[in-house]
């Protein structure tokens, strides 16, 4: 019974991470459209607001799948190493190629930002152009393949337990 609740809280807690981390996909497929810098910032500040959340239920089901995982002894199979990799890269991924950009946006804009993790207060909002240029090479959709198809695989793993 014990794990059951375990797994449960596992999974509640992805679906958690997932709604969280929703807010931030929708607000980077609206800024790829948006012209209006106050909006731009108003957007950014939306997203950030979602980042305990999203890193409370992360940290949740990170380590309710490690409990889950010495309650079902299935750490001798290959699939949860995998996966557990997998996630890994999809953190990395996430990190290098969205929170790089978006910070970079944050910055252009006037809002607090961070590098590598270190938080650094506002700085004077560069011209409009420049802006739009930084927000020209976002990529919300490689951004959303990355998340979506490495949860999709990790699932699949999950529920297959092919090895």
């Known amino acids: 019974m014990l794990y059951k609740i375990i797994v449960f809280l596992h999974v509640i807690s992805v679906f958690g991470y997932l709604l969280s981390h929703g807010v931030s996909a929708g607000v980077a497929f609206a800024l790829k459209k948006e012209r209006d810098i106050q909006r731009i910032r108003a957007l950014l500040d939306l997203s950030a607001a979602s980042y305990p959340i999203m890193f409370n239920t992360l940290f949740a089901f990170f380590i309710f799948g490690a409990i889950a995982g010495f309650q079902g002894h299935w750490w001798k199979f290959g699939w949860i190493w995998v996966s557990i990799v997998l996630l890994v890269v999809i953190v990395v991924l996430m990190a290098i190629l969205g929170a790089g950009i978006y910070g970079e946006v944050r910055r252009s804009v006037g809002l607090p ?13 560069k011209s409009d152009e420049e802006i739009f240029a930084i927000l020209a090479r976002t990529n919300p959709t490689l951004l959303t393949v990355i998340g979506y198809g490495g949860f999709a695989v990790i699932t699949w793993l999950m529920v297959a337990k092919p090895f």
Do not use: F, H, M, S
């Open 113 to 125: 930002y961070r590098i590598r993790g270190k938080p650094l207060l506002e700085e004077p909002a």
